[in-house]
Protein backbone atom coordinates (compact mmCIF):
# COMPACT_ATOMS: atom_id res chain seq x y z
CA UNK A 1 0.00 0.00 0.00
CA UNK A 2 2.53 2.11 0.88
CA UNK A 3 4.65 1.66 -2.40
CA UNK A 4 1.34 2.73 -4.39
CA UNK A 5 1.08 5.94 -2.18
CA UNK A 6 4.94 6.48 -3.36
CA UNK A 7 4.23 6.17 -6.59
CA UNK A 8 1.12 8.46 -7.50
CA UNK A 9 3.44 11.67 -7.32
CA UNK A 10 5.28 10.62 -9.91
CA UNK A 11 3.05 9.50 -12.04
CA UNK A 12 0.98 12.87 -12.06
CA UNK A 13 4.43 14.33 -13.10
CA UNK A 14 4.77 12.26 -15.93
CA UNK A 15 0.80 13.12 -17.04
CA UNK A 16 1.96 16.10 -17.30
CA UNK A 17 5.14 15.85 -19.38
CA UNK A 18 4.36 15.36 -23.05
CA UNK A 19 7.58 14.43 -24.13
CA UNK A 20 7.40 10.84 -23.23
CA UNK A 21 4.63 10.27 -26.33
CA UNK A 22 6.67 12.19 -28.66
CA UNK A 23 9.51 9.94 -28.20
CA UNK A 24 7.04 7.09 -28.19
CA UNK A 25 6.24 8.39 -31.95
CA UNK A 26 10.04 7.91 -32.89
CA UNK A 27 10.77 4.95 -31.45
CA UNK A 28 7.61 3.31 -33.72
CA UNK A 29 9.46 4.22 -36.56
CA UNK A 30 12.03 1.96 -35.87
CA UNK A 31 9.86 -0.92 -35.23
CA UNK A 32 8.11 0.26 -38.57
CA UNK A 33 11.42 -0.24 -39.83
CA UNK A 34 12.19 -3.70 -38.67
CA UNK A 35 8.44 -5.01 -39.36
CA UNK A 36 8.31 -3.57 -42.81
CA UNK A 37 11.25 -5.91 -43.90
CA UNK A 38 10.05 -8.84 -42.55
CA UNK A 39 6.83 -8.98 -44.39
CA UNK A 40 8.01 -6.92 -47.32
CA UNK A 41 9.83 -9.78 -49.03
CA UNK A 42 7.27 -12.19 -49.36
CA UNK A 43 5.21 -9.93 -52.17
CA UNK A 44 9.06 -9.36 -53.86
CA UNK A 45 9.92 -13.40 -53.82
CA UNK A 46 8.01 -13.90 -57.23
CA UNK A 47 10.10 -10.93 -59.17
CA UNK A 48 13.00 -11.69 -56.99
CA UNK A 49 12.60 -15.39 -58.13
CA UNK A 50 12.40 -14.43 -61.86
CA UNK A 51 16.26 -12.21 -61.54
CA UNK A 52 18.02 -14.39 -59.19
CA UNK A 53 16.99 -17.82 -59.83
CA UNK A 54 17.75 -19.40 -56.70
CA UNK A 55 16.88 -22.81 -55.93
CA UNK A 56 14.06 -23.49 -53.53
CA UNK A 57 16.73 -24.07 -50.87
CA UNK A 58 18.24 -20.55 -51.46
CA UNK A 59 14.92 -18.67 -51.81
CA UNK A 60 14.06 -20.10 -47.83
CA UNK A 61 17.10 -19.45 -46.79
CA UNK A 62 16.26 -15.51 -48.48
CA UNK A 63 13.13 -15.72 -46.91
CA UNK A 64 14.34 -16.78 -43.43
CA UNK A 65 17.65 -15.74 -42.75
CA UNK A 66 16.98 -12.29 -41.58
CA UNK A 67 15.15 -13.52 -39.22
CA UNK A 68 17.79 -16.01 -38.40
CA UNK A 69 20.63 -13.67 -37.35
CA UNK A 70 18.40 -11.23 -35.50
CA UNK A 71 16.91 -13.92 -33.25
CA UNK A 72 20.87 -14.70 -32.84
CA UNK A 73 21.78 -11.46 -31.89
CA UNK A 74 18.73 -10.36 -29.92
CA UNK A 75 20.40 -11.33 -26.61
CA UNK A 76 23.99 -10.26 -27.03
CA UNK A 77 22.59 -6.87 -28.42
CA UNK A 78 19.91 -5.96 -25.55
CA UNK A 79 22.89 -6.65 -22.98
CA UNK A 80 25.46 -4.06 -25.35
CA UNK A 81 22.84 -1.69 -25.16
CA UNK A 82 22.13 -1.98 -21.50
CA UNK A 83 25.96 -1.15 -21.37
CA UNK A 84 26.77 1.44 -23.79
CA UNK A 85 23.42 2.91 -24.06
CA UNK A 86 19.89 2.21 -25.56
CA UNK A 87 19.78 5.32 -27.28
CA UNK A 88 23.28 4.87 -28.70
CA UNK A 89 23.14 1.68 -29.97
CA UNK A 90 19.69 2.48 -31.34
CA UNK A 91 21.43 5.36 -34.01
CA UNK A 92 23.67 3.29 -34.80
CA UNK A 93 21.40 0.47 -35.78
CA UNK A 94 19.41 2.48 -38.06
CA UNK A 95 22.12 4.31 -39.60
CA UNK A 96 23.71 0.57 -39.92
CA UNK A 97 20.40 -0.51 -41.24
CA UNK A 98 19.70 1.92 -44.40
CA UNK A 99 23.30 1.10 -45.15
CA UNK A 100 22.72 -2.36 -45.82
CA UNK A 101 19.38 -1.60 -47.26
CA UNK A 102 21.19 -0.54 -50.34
CA UNK A 103 23.25 -3.83 -50.81
CA UNK A 104 20.17 -5.81 -50.42
CA UNK A 105 18.48 -3.42 -53.18
CA UNK A 106 21.45 -4.43 -55.62
CA UNK A 107 22.10 -7.89 -54.79
CA UNK A 108 22.82 -9.77 -58.09
CA UNK A 109 23.04 -13.11 -57.16
CA UNK A 110 21.25 -15.52 -54.53
CA UNK A 111 24.28 -15.96 -52.76
CA UNK A 112 24.69 -11.99 -52.10
CA UNK A 113 21.08 -11.65 -51.41
CA UNK A 114 21.20 -14.20 -48.57
CA UNK A 115 24.87 -12.30 -47.01
CA UNK A 116 22.96 -9.33 -47.56
CA UNK A 117 19.85 -9.98 -45.47
CA UNK A 118 22.30 -11.86 -42.86
CA UNK A 119 23.90 -7.92 -42.46
CA UNK A 120 20.41 -6.50 -42.86
CA UNK A 121 19.46 -9.16 -39.77
CA UNK A 122 22.82 -7.98 -37.78
CA UNK A 123 21.61 -4.39 -37.66
CA UNK A 124 18.36 -5.15 -36.89
CA UNK A 125 19.24 -7.18 -33.76
CA UNK A 126 20.16 -3.49 -32.35
CA UNK A 127 16.78 -1.61 -32.97
CA UNK A 128 13.74 -4.15 -31.82
CA UNK A 129 15.79 -4.72 -27.96
CA UNK A 130 16.91 -1.20 -27.97
CA UNK A 131 12.73 0.44 -28.78
CA UNK A 132 11.11 -1.85 -26.22
CA UNK A 133 13.79 -0.99 -23.25
CA UNK A 134 13.27 2.82 -24.03
CA UNK A 135 10.20 2.40 -23.71
CA UNK A 136 10.51 0.55 -20.19
CA UNK A 137 12.87 3.39 -18.39
CA UNK A 138 10.20 6.42 -20.34
CA UNK A 139 7.63 4.66 -19.01
CA UNK A 140 6.70 4.52 -15.18
CA UNK A 141 3.60 4.32 -14.95
CA UNK A 142 2.25 0.76 -15.34
CA UNK A 143 -0.98 1.30 -17.49
CA UNK A 144 0.51 3.74 -19.66
CA UNK A 145 3.51 1.14 -20.06
CA UNK A 146 0.58 -0.71 -20.75
CA UNK A 147 -0.99 1.37 -23.49
CA UNK A 148 2.81 2.53 -24.69
CA UNK A 149 3.54 -1.32 -25.59
CA UNK A 150 0.09 -1.91 -27.05
CA UNK A 151 1.26 1.18 -29.27
CA UNK A 152 4.51 -0.45 -30.03
CA UNK A 153 3.08 -3.60 -30.63
CA UNK A 154 0.35 -1.90 -33.18
CA UNK A 155 3.04 -0.63 -35.07
CA UNK A 156 4.96 -3.58 -35.59
CA UNK A 157 1.60 -5.01 -37.08
CA UNK A 158 0.74 -1.96 -39.22
CA UNK A 159 4.23 -2.54 -40.73
CA UNK A 160 3.79 -5.92 -41.50
CA UNK A 161 0.70 -4.85 -43.41
CA UNK A 162 2.01 -1.73 -44.91
CA UNK A 163 4.66 -3.87 -46.07
CA UNK A 164 3.19 -5.52 -48.40
CA UNK A 165 0.68 -2.83 -49.48
CA UNK A 166 3.59 -0.21 -49.76
CA UNK A 167 6.03 -3.34 -51.52
CA UNK A 168 3.14 -4.01 -53.94
CA UNK A 169 2.76 -0.42 -55.17
CA UNK A 170 6.61 0.01 -55.79
CA UNK A 171 6.53 -3.73 -57.31
CA UNK A 172 3.98 -2.32 -60.29
CA UNK A 173 6.25 -0.02 -60.97
CA UNK A 174 9.84 -0.47 -60.36
CA UNK A 175 11.84 -3.59 -60.26
CA UNK A 176 11.99 -5.69 -57.02
CA UNK A 177 15.13 -3.64 -55.12
CA UNK A 178 12.77 -1.06 -54.43
CA UNK A 179 10.79 -2.13 -51.58
CA UNK A 180 14.45 -2.36 -49.75
CA UNK A 181 15.34 1.32 -50.67
CA UNK A 182 12.43 2.86 -48.70
CA UNK A 183 14.10 2.29 -45.90
CA UNK A 184 16.49 4.59 -46.13
CA UNK A 185 14.04 8.05 -45.76
CA UNK A 186 12.61 5.82 -43.17
CA UNK A 187 16.01 5.89 -41.26
CA UNK A 188 16.89 9.45 -41.92
CA UNK A 189 13.93 10.70 -39.70
CA UNK A 190 14.75 8.27 -37.43
CA UNK A 191 18.41 9.14 -36.68
CA UNK A 192 17.43 13.05 -37.09
CA UNK A 193 14.42 13.25 -34.73
CA UNK A 194 15.91 10.76 -32.44
CA UNK A 195 18.81 12.51 -31.50
CA UNK A 196 17.05 15.36 -29.89
CA UNK A 197 14.08 13.19 -28.67
CA UNK A 198 15.37 10.09 -27.40
CA UNK A 199 16.27 10.19 -23.98
CA UNK A 200 19.73 7.81 -22.66
CA UNK A 201 19.36 5.06 -20.34
CA UNK A 202 21.73 2.12 -19.34
CA UNK A 203 22.42 -0.19 -16.46
CA UNK A 204 24.68 1.78 -14.28
CA UNK A 205 26.81 -1.49 -13.06
CA UNK A 206 26.29 -3.60 -16.19
CA UNK A 207 30.05 -4.62 -16.28
CA UNK A 208 32.19 -6.23 -19.42
CA UNK A 209 30.11 -8.02 -22.43
CA UNK A 210 30.98 -11.05 -23.10
CA UNK A 211 31.94 -12.23 -26.39
CA UNK A 212 32.00 -15.81 -26.12
CA UNK A 213 28.70 -15.43 -24.62
CA UNK A 214 27.34 -13.64 -27.90
CA UNK A 215 29.32 -16.44 -29.81
CA UNK A 216 27.47 -19.14 -28.30
CA UNK A 217 24.13 -17.53 -28.23
CA UNK A 218 24.31 -17.12 -32.06
CA UNK A 219 25.83 -20.28 -33.00
CA UNK A 220 23.47 -22.18 -30.64
CA UNK A 221 20.22 -20.46 -31.81
CA UNK A 222 20.64 -20.74 -35.65
CA UNK A 223 22.37 -24.55 -35.75
CA UNK A 224 19.06 -25.21 -33.68
CA UNK A 225 16.71 -23.54 -36.02
CA UNK A 226 18.74 -24.64 -39.41
CA UNK A 227 18.47 -28.42 -38.10
CA UNK A 228 14.49 -28.04 -37.72
CA UNK A 229 13.87 -26.37 -41.16
CA UNK A 230 16.42 -29.46 -42.55
CA UNK A 231 14.66 -32.19 -41.16
CA UNK A 232 11.30 -30.67 -42.12
CA UNK A 233 12.38 -30.32 -45.44
CA UNK A 234 14.73 -33.35 -46.20
CA UNK A 235 14.11 -35.42 -43.58
CA UNK A 236 16.93 -37.15 -40.91
CA UNK A 237 20.21 -36.63 -41.89
CA UNK A 238 23.84 -36.82 -40.78
CA UNK A 239 23.71 -32.86 -41.51
CA UNK A 240 20.94 -32.21 -39.29
CA UNK A 241 22.02 -34.57 -36.49
CA UNK A 242 25.53 -32.36 -36.15
CA UNK A 243 23.65 -28.97 -36.61
CA UNK A 244 21.16 -30.22 -33.50
CA UNK A 245 24.05 -31.44 -31.46
CA UNK A 246 26.41 -28.14 -32.22
CA UNK A 247 23.15 -26.19 -31.66
CA UNK A 248 22.45 -27.48 -28.37
CA UNK A 249 25.86 -28.09 -27.33
CA UNK A 250 26.25 -23.97 -27.44
CA UNK A 251 23.30 -23.64 -25.77
CA UNK A 252 24.18 -25.08 -23.14
CA UNK A 253 27.62 -23.80 -22.56
CA UNK A 254 25.53 -20.14 -23.07
CA UNK A 255 23.64 -21.17 -20.30
CA UNK A 256 25.83 -22.37 -17.99
CA UNK A 257 27.95 -19.63 -18.50
CA UNK A 258 25.44 -17.03 -17.33
CA UNK A 259 25.32 -19.13 -14.19
CA UNK A 260 29.15 -18.22 -13.55
CA UNK A 261 29.40 -14.71 -14.71
CA UNK A 262 29.33 -11.50 -12.39
CA UNK A 263 27.46 -9.58 -15.25
CA UNK A 264 25.80 -12.45 -17.18
CA UNK A 265 24.28 -11.01 -20.81
CA UNK A 266 21.08 -13.03 -18.93
CA UNK A 267 19.93 -13.14 -16.40
CA UNK A 268 18.57 -17.63 -16.42
CA UNK A 269 16.66 -17.01 -12.99
CA UNK A 270 13.84 -15.57 -15.21
CA UNK A 271 13.42 -18.39 -16.67
CA UNK A 272 12.35 -20.40 -13.18
CA UNK A 273 9.27 -18.06 -12.88
CA UNK A 274 6.48 -19.64 -14.35
CA UNK A 275 4.65 -16.39 -15.62
CA UNK A 276 7.65 -15.22 -17.28
CA UNK A 277 8.77 -18.81 -19.27
CA UNK A 278 4.77 -18.83 -19.99
CA UNK A 279 4.88 -15.34 -21.94
CA UNK A 280 8.09 -16.01 -23.78
CA UNK A 281 6.28 -19.23 -25.07
CA UNK A 282 3.45 -17.73 -26.00
CA UNK A 283 5.10 -14.95 -27.55
CA UNK A 284 6.93 -17.29 -29.68
CA UNK A 285 4.16 -19.00 -30.90
CA UNK A 286 1.87 -16.51 -31.62
CA UNK A 287 4.83 -15.19 -34.08
CA UNK A 288 4.84 -18.53 -35.84
CA UNK A 289 1.47 -19.05 -36.70
CA UNK A 290 1.19 -15.58 -38.01
CA UNK A 291 4.47 -14.94 -39.98
CA UNK A 292 3.81 -18.46 -41.03
CA UNK A 293 0.43 -18.23 -42.88
CA UNK A 294 1.20 -14.20 -43.83
CA UNK A 295 4.71 -15.39 -45.75
CA UNK A 296 2.55 -18.21 -47.94
CA UNK A 297 -0.73 -16.93 -48.47
CA UNK A 298 1.28 -14.28 -50.63
CA UNK A 299 2.58 -16.50 -53.00
CA UNK A 300 -0.48 -18.29 -52.89
CA UNK A 301 -2.69 -15.23 -53.76
CA UNK A 302 -0.02 -14.12 -56.10
CA UNK A 303 1.12 -17.69 -58.23
CA UNK A 304 -1.53 -19.40 -57.66
CA UNK A 305 -4.91 -17.04 -57.94
CA UNK A 306 -3.10 -14.61 -60.10
CA UNK A 307 -3.69 -11.65 -58.04
CA UNK A 308 -1.18 -8.32 -59.09
CA UNK A 309 1.50 -7.78 -55.87
CA UNK A 310 -0.39 -4.44 -54.33
CA UNK A 311 -3.67 -6.92 -54.90
CA UNK A 312 -1.89 -9.30 -52.89
CA UNK A 313 -1.04 -7.16 -50.38
CA UNK A 314 -3.84 -5.52 -49.92
CA UNK A 315 -5.70 -8.52 -49.80
CA UNK A 316 -3.43 -9.45 -46.48
CA UNK A 317 -4.11 -6.27 -44.86
CA UNK A 318 -7.48 -7.68 -42.53
CA UNK A 319 -4.81 -9.64 -40.12
CA UNK A 320 -2.62 -6.08 -39.64
CA UNK A 321 -6.36 -4.28 -38.62
CA UNK A 322 -7.10 -7.39 -36.23
CA UNK A 323 -3.87 -7.06 -35.15
CA UNK A 324 -3.66 -3.39 -34.22
CA UNK A 325 -7.51 -2.83 -33.30
CA UNK A 326 -6.98 -5.67 -30.27
CA UNK A 327 -3.18 -4.61 -29.71
CA UNK A 328 -4.44 -1.24 -28.26
CA UNK A 329 -6.98 -2.57 -26.04
CA UNK A 330 -5.08 -5.65 -24.96
CA UNK A 331 -3.86 -4.03 -21.71
CA UNK A 332 -6.87 -3.09 -20.79
CA UNK A 333 -9.02 -6.29 -20.86
CA UNK A 334 -5.88 -7.97 -19.25
CA UNK A 335 -6.68 -6.43 -16.02
CA UNK A 336 -10.21 -6.71 -16.28
CA UNK A 337 -10.34 -10.22 -16.98
CA UNK A 338 -7.20 -11.99 -16.69
CA UNK A 339 -3.88 -12.28 -18.34
CA UNK A 340 -4.05 -15.94 -19.15
CA UNK A 341 -7.40 -15.78 -20.67
CA UNK A 342 -6.69 -12.87 -22.83
CA UNK A 343 -3.03 -14.97 -23.85
CA UNK A 344 -5.03 -18.52 -24.32
CA UNK A 345 -7.78 -17.16 -26.26
CA UNK A 346 -5.63 -15.10 -28.78
CA UNK A 347 -3.86 -18.17 -29.60
CA UNK A 348 -6.76 -20.47 -29.88
CA UNK A 349 -8.46 -18.19 -32.17
CA UNK A 350 -4.75 -18.19 -34.73
CA UNK A 351 -5.10 -22.06 -34.10
CA UNK A 352 -8.54 -22.18 -35.56
CA UNK A 353 -7.83 -19.58 -38.12
CA UNK A 354 -4.95 -21.81 -39.29
CA UNK A 355 -7.39 -25.01 -39.14
CA UNK A 356 -9.85 -22.73 -41.74
CA UNK A 357 -6.87 -22.27 -44.27
CA UNK A 358 -6.40 -26.10 -44.36
CA UNK A 359 -9.93 -25.96 -46.23
CA UNK A 360 -8.32 -23.49 -49.32
CA UNK A 361 -8.13 -24.48 -52.58
CA UNK A 362 -7.21 -22.85 -56.00
CA UNK A 363 -10.61 -21.35 -56.54
CA UNK A 364 -11.27 -20.31 -52.65
CA UNK A 365 -13.41 -17.09 -52.55
CA UNK A 366 -11.63 -14.17 -50.79
CA UNK A 367 -14.32 -13.86 -48.31
CA UNK A 368 -12.89 -16.85 -46.28
CA UNK A 369 -9.26 -16.00 -46.63
CA UNK A 370 -10.19 -12.56 -45.18
CA UNK A 371 -11.86 -13.40 -42.72
CA UNK A 372 -9.15 -16.24 -41.60
CA UNK A 373 -6.81 -13.31 -42.06
CA UNK A 374 -8.49 -10.91 -39.65
CA UNK A 375 -9.27 -13.32 -36.64
CA UNK A 376 -5.18 -14.32 -37.08
CA UNK A 377 -4.71 -10.89 -36.91
CA UNK A 378 -7.18 -10.45 -33.84
CA UNK A 379 -5.58 -13.05 -31.55
CA UNK A 380 -1.92 -12.36 -32.04
CA UNK A 381 -2.87 -8.78 -31.16
CA UNK A 382 -3.93 -9.66 -27.79
CA UNK A 383 -1.45 -12.32 -27.09
CA UNK A 384 1.69 -10.67 -28.14
CA UNK A 385 0.97 -7.41 -26.48
CA UNK A 386 0.01 -9.27 -23.49
CA UNK A 387 3.32 -11.67 -23.44
CA UNK A 388 5.26 -8.72 -24.25
CA UNK A 389 4.12 -6.68 -20.99
CA UNK A 390 4.66 -9.70 -18.54
CA UNK A 391 8.24 -10.17 -19.92
CA UNK A 392 9.16 -6.38 -20.20
CA UNK A 393 7.46 -5.84 -16.38
CA UNK A 394 9.56 -8.64 -14.75
CA UNK A 395 12.30 -7.40 -14.27
CA UNK A 396 13.86 -3.75 -12.51
CA UNK A 397 14.36 -1.01 -15.58
CA UNK A 398 18.07 -1.43 -15.05
CA UNK A 399 17.93 -4.57 -17.18
CA UNK A 400 14.93 -3.41 -19.49
CA UNK A 401 17.21 -4.46 -22.83
CA UNK A 402 18.21 -7.53 -21.44
CA UNK A 403 14.34 -8.57 -21.35
CA UNK A 404 13.50 -6.82 -24.44
CA UNK A 405 15.96 -8.83 -26.05
CA UNK A 406 14.03 -12.11 -24.49
CA UNK A 407 10.80 -10.54 -26.18
CA UNK A 408 12.34 -10.07 -29.78
CA UNK A 409 14.38 -13.23 -29.89
CA UNK A 410 11.07 -15.18 -29.26
CA UNK A 411 9.46 -12.89 -31.64
CA UNK A 412 11.66 -13.38 -34.24
CA UNK A 413 12.53 -16.80 -33.74
CA UNK A 414 8.87 -17.56 -33.78
CA UNK A 415 9.62 -15.98 -37.47
CA UNK A 416 11.88 -17.90 -38.48
CA UNK A 417 10.36 -20.96 -36.86
CA UNK A 418 7.13 -19.98 -38.59
CA UNK A 419 8.34 -19.32 -42.67
CA UNK A 420 11.11 -22.21 -42.06
CA UNK A 421 9.13 -24.96 -40.61
CA UNK A 422 5.76 -24.66 -42.33
CA UNK A 423 7.71 -23.78 -45.24
CA UNK A 424 9.47 -26.40 -45.25
CA UNK A 425 6.41 -28.51 -45.53
CA UNK A 426 5.14 -26.60 -48.14
CA UNK A 427 8.60 -27.60 -50.23
CA UNK A 428 8.62 -30.73 -49.64
CA UNK A 429 4.85 -31.46 -49.99
CA UNK A 430 5.50 -29.48 -53.84
CA UNK A 431 8.12 -30.80 -54.75
CA UNK A 432 7.08 -34.80 -54.95
CA UNK A 433 4.56 -33.59 -57.65
CA UNK A 434 4.35 -35.49 -60.91
CA UNK A 435 5.60 -34.10 -63.92
CA UNK A 436 2.91 -33.68 -66.58
CA UNK A 437 3.69 -35.50 -69.75
CA UNK A 438 4.94 -33.86 -72.44
CA UNK A 439 7.44 -31.53 -70.25
CA UNK A 440 10.97 -31.76 -71.10
CA UNK A 441 13.27 -32.93 -68.02
CA UNK A 442 15.03 -29.34 -67.40
CA UNK A 443 11.51 -27.67 -67.23
CA UNK A 444 10.34 -30.01 -64.85
CA UNK A 445 13.26 -29.56 -63.10
CA UNK A 446 13.62 -26.22 -62.59
CA UNK A 447 9.38 -26.13 -61.91
CA UNK A 448 10.03 -28.85 -58.87
CA UNK A 449 12.53 -26.29 -57.32
CA UNK A 450 9.90 -23.72 -56.81
CA UNK A 451 6.23 -22.86 -57.93
CA UNK A 452 7.96 -19.34 -59.03
CA UNK A 453 10.51 -21.51 -60.81
CA UNK A 454 7.44 -23.56 -62.30
CA UNK A 455 5.41 -20.57 -63.85
CA UNK A 456 8.80 -19.38 -65.27
CA UNK A 457 9.13 -22.65 -67.19
CA UNK A 458 5.92 -23.17 -68.25
CA UNK A 459 6.44 -19.93 -70.81
CA UNK A 460 8.79 -21.89 -73.12
CA UNK A 461 6.57 -24.81 -73.71
CA UNK A 462 3.81 -25.54 -75.77
CA UNK A 463 0.26 -24.46 -74.31
CA UNK A 464 -0.95 -27.49 -73.82
CA UNK A 465 2.28 -28.75 -71.77
CA UNK A 466 2.50 -25.13 -69.96
CA UNK A 467 -1.25 -25.34 -68.80
CA UNK A 468 -0.85 -28.66 -67.05
CA UNK A 469 2.60 -28.27 -65.62
CA UNK A 470 1.31 -24.98 -63.77
CA UNK A 471 -1.75 -27.03 -62.66
CA UNK A 472 0.05 -29.90 -61.29
CA UNK A 473 2.25 -27.09 -59.80
CA UNK A 474 0.23 -25.15 -58.39
CA UNK A 475 -2.48 -27.94 -56.97
CA UNK A 476 1.01 -29.34 -55.11
CA UNK A 477 1.64 -25.96 -53.47
CA UNK A 478 -1.99 -25.89 -52.14
CA UNK A 479 -1.80 -29.14 -50.94
CA UNK A 480 1.19 -28.33 -49.17
CA UNK A 481 -0.42 -25.03 -47.90
CA UNK A 482 -2.93 -27.36 -46.17
CA UNK A 483 -0.61 -29.54 -44.18
CA UNK A 484 1.10 -26.44 -43.22
CA UNK A 485 -2.01 -25.27 -41.72
CA UNK A 486 -2.87 -28.37 -40.13
CA UNK A 487 0.41 -28.30 -38.34
CA UNK A 488 0.31 -24.78 -37.29
CA UNK A 489 -3.23 -25.16 -35.65
CA UNK A 490 -2.32 -27.96 -33.76
CA UNK A 491 0.75 -26.07 -32.31
CA UNK A 492 -1.01 -23.28 -31.59
CA UNK A 493 -4.21 -24.55 -29.84
CA UNK A 494 -1.79 -26.98 -27.85
CA UNK A 495 -0.05 -23.86 -26.85
CA UNK A 496 -3.63 -22.06 -25.60
CA UNK A 497 -3.76 -25.08 -23.45
CA UNK A 498 -0.57 -24.79 -22.27
CA UNK A 499 -0.57 -20.77 -21.87
CA UNK A 500 -3.91 -21.15 -19.55
CA UNK A 501 -1.86 -23.44 -17.21
CA UNK A 502 1.64 -21.31 -16.94
CA UNK A 503 -0.12 -18.24 -17.11
CA UNK A 504 -2.13 -18.75 -14.09
CA UNK A 505 -2.47 -16.02 -11.20
CA UNK A 506 -0.45 -13.84 -13.66
CA UNK A 507 -1.56 -9.98 -13.46
CA UNK A 508 -0.85 -6.83 -15.01
CA UNK A 509 -0.95 -4.69 -11.78
CA UNK A 510 2.65 -3.60 -10.97
CA UNK A 511 5.03 -3.12 -13.47
CA UNK A 512 8.03 -2.38 -11.23
CA UNK A 513 8.53 -5.66 -8.91
CA UNK A 514 11.15 -8.37 -9.66
CA UNK A 515 10.70 -11.51 -8.75
Known amino acids: MSGTRQLAPTQSVEVKNPGRWLALAVLVLAVLLVAVDATVLGLATPSLSEDLKPSGT ?173 LASHGLSVEVVAAVAIGAAALYAFVRRQYVLTAPLLDMRLFKHRGFSGAVLADLLTVFGLSGLVFFLSQFLQLVQGREPLEAGLAELPAAVGAVVTGLIAGRYARRFSVRGIVAGGLAAIGLALAVITLVHRETGYPLLGAALLVVGLGAGFSFTVTADVILSSVPKEQAGSASAVSETAYELGAALGIALLGSIVTGVYQGFPTPAGVPSGAAAAAHESLGGAVEASTGLAPDASTALVSAAQDAFVDGLNIAAGVGAAVLLAAAVAAWFLLKGQKLEDGLEHP
Open 58 to 230: QLLWIGDIYSFVIAGLLVSMGSLGDRIGRKKLLLIGATAFGAVSVLNAYATSPEMMIVARALLGVAGATLMPSTLALIRNIFHDPKERSLAIGIWGATASAGAAIGPVVGGALLQHFYWGSVFLINLPVMAVLVLVGIKLLPESKNPVSGPWDLISVGLSLVGIIGVVYAIKE
